[in-house]
């Protein structure tokens, strides 16, 4: 994996004020990627249905 450098932004006659809200404006626009996140497991199982029946019953016309 790769590690970018640090940030460096040079904004020549910049107050400090200035500098500091470019800079976390930059970070707003493009924030540190974050490692992906696996989704929870389902706790309670969900009947699907009888995918394998192809033919409707009464109850479901």
Do not use: C
């Not at 924030?31 to 033919?55: D, H, I, L, Q």
């Amino acid at each position: 994996m790769a590690v970018d450098p640090p940030l460096h932004i040079s904004v020549p006659g910049a107050e400090p004020e200035e500098l500091t809200a470019i800079v976390m404006a930059y970070q707003e626009l493009w924030p540190e990627e974050k490692p992906p996140t696996m989704p929870e497991a389902a706790s309670s199982w969900r009947f699907s249905g009888r995918w394998w029946v192809e033919t409707k019953t009464p109850n479901q016309i």
